[in-house]
């Protein structure tokens, strides 16, 4: 059995001294958890540096590494807005699978059955919008929630 590794991402934001707002991605994996001042579930994303730190991220910008790599050997996540045979597209998850959702096609493709060497990752939803559609946005958000109330029933159950 193949082994892939699991993680994820998500953005920080924070302000600095000055008062500037400044943002970081988090490459770690997933928990939601209450803290001692909040106890309702909020998202975090552990890394393990000698010893594991969490940290809290914005929940929607939370995305699944695919498991792929794009042609400069960078990993593709949800979320990240590719390139490929003259293609645009973002990557989202989608009845089971990764797929990339085009912009100029209106359609999906399975990343999958993206070749490594030619597709590349261009930027994200989250720090590029410009890269996308209000239609393509859209989709992307309508498919998240679905998942998320997908997830929410089967935890309940």
Do not use: C
Request: charged letters at 25%; aromatic letters at 12%.
């Amino acid at each position: 059995m193949a082994v892939r590794e699991i993680k994820y991402r998500g953005l920080k934001k924070f302000q600095i001294f000055s008062g500037e707002m400044r943002q970081v991605w988090i490459y770690g994996f997933f928990l939601k958890r209450g803290t001692y001042g909040d106890p309702s579930p909020q998202a975090h994303i552990f890394v393990y540096e000698n010893g594991y730190e969490g940290y809290r991220v914005d929940a929607s910008t939370i995305g699944q590494f695919t498991g792929f790599l794009d042609s400069q050997g960078r990993e593709i996540y949800e979320d990240d807005v590719v390139a490929y045979d003259g293609i645009r597209g973002v990557v989202s998850f989608h009845r089971g699978s990764f797929v990339v959702h085009t912009i100029h096609r209106r359609s999906r493709k399975l990343l999958s059955r993206i070749p490594q060497e030619s597709i590349q990752v261009i930027g994200n939803r989250f720090e590029n919008p410009q890269l996308l559609t209000n239609e393509v946005q859209t989709i992307v958000e309508n498919e998240r929630a679905a998942s998320s109330a997908v997830s929410a029933t089967s935890e309940a159950s």
